[in-house]
């Protein structure tokens, strides 16, 4: 496991190879990809949903946004809530994720998050997806 956890945690492991690790049960395995910069996104998401890790899964899918602050704010704030009420279930794609910061900000004409405005979150149940079913070896 030992070795595992530092591949988990190198950037230059082949994104198949922490795409794997991703379904590892072991906590540390999953700490180490979830800072990592090179995990794939929808193995990222995923651990976004997990409670062990989710904290810094979140901050790594953050920082791989091109936005400014505010929409990072945004975005954090619709993980958050969103997460919590739609528990399993994960943003597919950096696009829908965007998609849904621009619906929140036109719905609500804010350019920060305002997590008591939470009418506007039935705007990014479209956004998720069901988890990928893991097919059979």
Known sequence: DHVCC?????PNTP???????AEYEDEEIRYGLSQNPSTPFPALSRLASDPDVAEEARKNLLSRLPWS?????IAGGLLDETRGKESGKYFP????????VEGYKEA???ETF????????????????EPVEEEED
């Open 108 to 110: 609500s004409g804010s």
């Open 114 to 129: 305002d997590p008591d405005n939470l009418a506007v979150l039935d705007l990014v149940s479209d956004v998720y997806a």
């Open 93 to 100: 794609s950096l696009e829908a994720l965007q998609e849904a």
């Open 15 to 21: 994104p198949e190879v922490l795409a794997k690790l």
């Open 69 to 73: 602050d505010d929409d990072k704010e």
């Open 6 to 10: 530092f591949v988990a945690a190198n």
